[in-house]
């Protein structure tokens, strides 16, 4: 077969030297990255036949085949020593971040890892069982007293237990999180505060001296309603940012009231999960009138939004 000038076609072995094809063949051009020690600049190990399209993750996994010690999960690259330097994304790939043959990452090691999930478990479930210790007052806390039982004592109770229950269902069938694991040192440090404060709560509110709210019946009611309606104000929150991530994704939408007249909030603050439930604990600190129970509300209500790592739904 001949051209249009009669002479014979190229033969296949011509070599496209096309923009496009030298691209892609530069992109798939195998070459070799050290990894080193974030703090120390040591180096800790050394991968060969890497292209430049391979992602942070894949990078992650062939550091712990050479690692074993270091799951994805505790490995956090940077390409800059620099202490204002970003974490790389996991789908960053090499060349879009700018790393070519012979180049170098920097390393950091999170230190032992532990399940988002089983942190807010543990962080809740404590709060349950450490109130109803102080609950029956126990006479080796208290020692014997024959002091009656205000129904406000009874109210607070059931008003915390449905509160801690309701933040485990949400940790089980809400919350969608954007991490799967958290350092581990934040179990000790979220449970201490948790466990600590209501313990220092409960102490109080169930003291056979508690003084009943002032106003009584009325004050209670008051917060009680206050308290009720915040935390279902709360939960329609949790609800409205869960559905804005479909599940198994890290996908972040910007939150938009819903049909739920709950949902309004969201015009005028940019957090108000956060919001409800500093209303929920001014009714709990209303209806018991006890000053214990303010300080609960402040330290949570000062968690900026969500980079939540942190579950996008609550926290």
């Given at each position: ?212 709210p002032g106003l009584g019946s009325v004050q209670l009611f008051a917060g009680l309603a206050l308290f009720l309606v915040c935390e279902y104000g709360n939960f329609s929150i949790h609800i409205a940012l869960r559905d804005l991530r479909p599940p198994g994704t890290k996908e972040r939408k910007i939150p938009m009231p819903t049909s739920n007249p709950m949902t309004k909030l969201f015009h005028f603050v940019s957090c108000p999960n956060y919001t409800y439930e500093v209303g929920a604990w001014l ?33």
């Amino acid at each position: 077969m001949r051209n249009a000038q009669g002479t014979p076609p190229e033969s296949s072995g011509a070599v496209c030297v096309c923009t496009g094809c030298s691209a892609v063949g530069e992109a798939l051009k195998k070459m070799k990255l050290q990894i080193h020690d974030l703090r120390s600049n040591k180096l800790i190990c050394s991968l060969e036949e890497v292209d430049q399209q391979t992602t942070v993750l894949q990078l992650k996994n062939r550091v712990r085949a050479q690692c074993g010690q270091l799951c994805p999960e505790r490995q956090q690259f940077k390409i800059s020593r620099d202490k204002k330097a970003r974490p790389v994304k996991d789908g960053d790939s090499l060349q879009s971040l700018g790393i070519s043959d012979g180049g170098v990452i920097y390393l950091k090691d999170l230190g032992p890892q532990v399940g988002w999930s089983t942190v807010f478990l543990a962080e809740y479930a404590g709060p349950l069982a450490v109130y109803l210790l102080f609950y029956p007052r126990p006479a080796l806390v208290y020692g014997t007293s024959r002091a009656g039982t205000d129904i406000a004592v009874h109210v607070a109770m059931v008003c915390w237990t449905l509160h801690y229950a309701k933040r485990l269902l949400e940790t089980l069938f809400v919350h969608r999180f954007s991490h799967a694991t958290m350092p581990l040192r934040n179990l000790f440090k979220n449970c201490s505060y948790y466990w600590g404060f209501t313990a220092f709560v409960s102490y109080y509110i169930n003291h056979p001296l508690y003084t009943p709210p002032g106003l009584g019946s009325v004050q209670l009611f008051a917060g009680l309603a206050l308290f009720l309606v915040c935390e279902y104000g709360n939960f329609s929150i949790h609800i409205a940012l869960r559905d804005l991530r479909p599940p198994g994704t890290k996908e972040r939408k910007i939150p938009m009231p819903t049909s739920n007249p709950m949902t309004k909030l969201f015009h005028f603050v940019s957090c108000p999960n956060y919001t409800y439930e500093v209303g929920a604990w001014l009714g709990f600190s209303l209806m018991t009138q006890c000053l214990p129970g303010r300080p609960v509300y402040i330290p949570p209500a000062s968690v900026p939004a969500p980079s939540i790592p942190q579950p996008f739904s609550s926290r």
